[in-house]
């Protein structure tokens, strides 16, 4: 099949998901096109397979605002019609889903006709999508897609409680690829970042408010007053400065190390002990799923999408939003111990599991194959 991908090409789990999306599907013959404003960082090369197209805004200086819309709209007609695509896969609804319904609509004038499905991914419902001034163009974009699909039950929830669509919404969760990720730790990393034998928590986000990065380092220190501990930050984001300078003034930095936007997180998860998540709430929460897939177990808040992700007991241990003291005991139950961490270390990977990419994949071809009118149902 040959599929369109329109997604941010950042370092946000929606981006990351629909480029492995891409790269799995090609790596299974399909025919991939990536369609946004930049390369996706997580894109790796692969001949033949996977194709990308930029969408460049021209800066006219009337324009305050640049009409990004509109110029992947036309993108999207262009690669639809050179390329042959049997549809279009958007990943968070704004502004893709509705660009992706107005290159429907040109393409329905010229006799072409390009599906395309729909894939929620939180914020853009959540925060973002029910601010007032979109909302409107969301409802019509979700209700217009050939499909929906979001990736939580949660998150599906959401969207019934804060949009007034009635269209079925299908929950395909994110996953990764497990056999992708490193095996083993690095011991040599592991003795740069905990040089005396420190346990080492770790956090990844884009710094932003809804992640609470500064419950993270509330948490760090009071698990440091228990054992020996650093805690490493994986990110950047509006936030970052402001929490930098928290721990210089507070003399912390020797044990909290900022290590900056990652591409490959994967190596540093590895050598870690504990993954920290202590957002308002996640939709899914896809860097605590790679976490586990390193197997590095999850302390985090029982909100949102993350308990269909952790299991409470099994992958980490889940509390309330922002009781800091008991996700420090939680923390401290998983590292006091060698046969604990261990415990805790299994349980990771047997969440985990549950998402790996031969058992999501799937799942998109299957409604792929119906969106493009090769199965009936
Ligand atoms: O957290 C964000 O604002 C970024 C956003 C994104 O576009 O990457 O994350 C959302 O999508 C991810 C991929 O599906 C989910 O794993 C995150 O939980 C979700 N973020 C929130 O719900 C806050």
Redesign the pocket.
């Known amino acids: 099949m040959r599929i369109g991908i329109v997604c941010?090409p950042t370092f946000?789990?929606?981006?990351v998901?629909a480029t492995e999306l891409g790269m799995a599907l090609a790596e299974k013959g399909h025919t991939v096109h990536f369609i946004t404003y930049d390369r996706p960082v997580r894109l790796r090369e692969r001949a033949g397979h996977v194709f990308y197209h930029e969408v460049r805004v021209s800066d006219y200086p009337l324009f305050d605002y640049q009409p990004y819309e509109l110029v992947l709209s036309s993108k999207l007609v262009d690669v639809a019609i050179y390329e042959g695509l049997d549809l279009v896969h958007v990943h968070?609804a704004i502004p893709h889903a509705s660009a992706a319904w107005m290159a429907q609509q040109i393409l329905a004038s010229k006799g072409f006709h390009l599906p395309f499905i729909t894939t929620l991914?939180?914020?853009d419902i959540?925060l973002v999508g029910r601010d007032p001034s979109f909302e409107p163009v969301i409802t019509f974009s979700i209700e217009r897609s050939d499909a929906v699909t979001a990736?939580s039950e949660s998150l599906k929830r959401d969207t019934y409680a804060h949009f007034p669509v009635k269209r079925e919404i299908e929950v395909i969760p994110?996953f990764v690829c497990i056999d992708q990720y490193p095996r083993e730790a690095d011991p040599e990393l592991r003795a740069r970042y905990a040089p005396k034998g420190e346990r080492l928590l770790v956090h990844i986000s884009?710094f932003?408010p809804?992640k609470r990065v500064e419950d993270v380092v509330g948490v760090f220190r009071r698990v440091r007053e228990k054992l020996p501990a650093r805690l490493l930050l994986i990110g950047d984001g509006p936030e970052r400065q402001r929490i930098e300078n928290m721990c210089r003034s507070a003399n912390d930095c020797h044990d909290i190390l900022f290590l900056g936007k990652m591409t490959e997180p994967e190596e540093v998860l590895r050598v870690c002990d504990l993954f920290v998540l202590t957002?308002d709430?996640?939709?899914?929460?896809?860097a605590a799923l790679e976490a586990m897939a390193c197997r590095v177990p999850v302390v985090s808040n029982n909100t949102?999408g993350t308990p269909e992700v952790v299991t409470d007991g099994v992958g980490g241990l889940l509390s309330p939003l922002g009781d800091l003291d008991k996700m420090a005991a939680n923390a401290v139950r998983i590292l006091q111990d060698a046969g604990a961490l261990e415990g805790f270390r299994k349980g990771a990977m047997v969440d985990a599991r549950r998402f790996d990419v031969n058992a999501v994949l799937p799942r998109y071809e299957a409604l792929y194959d119906r969106v493009a009118g090769k199965v009936t149902v």
């Open positions: 941010y946000g789990g929606s981006g998901v968070y991914h939180g914020t959540t990736v994110n884009n932003r809804v957002s709430s996640e939709s899914f929460g896809l949102g």
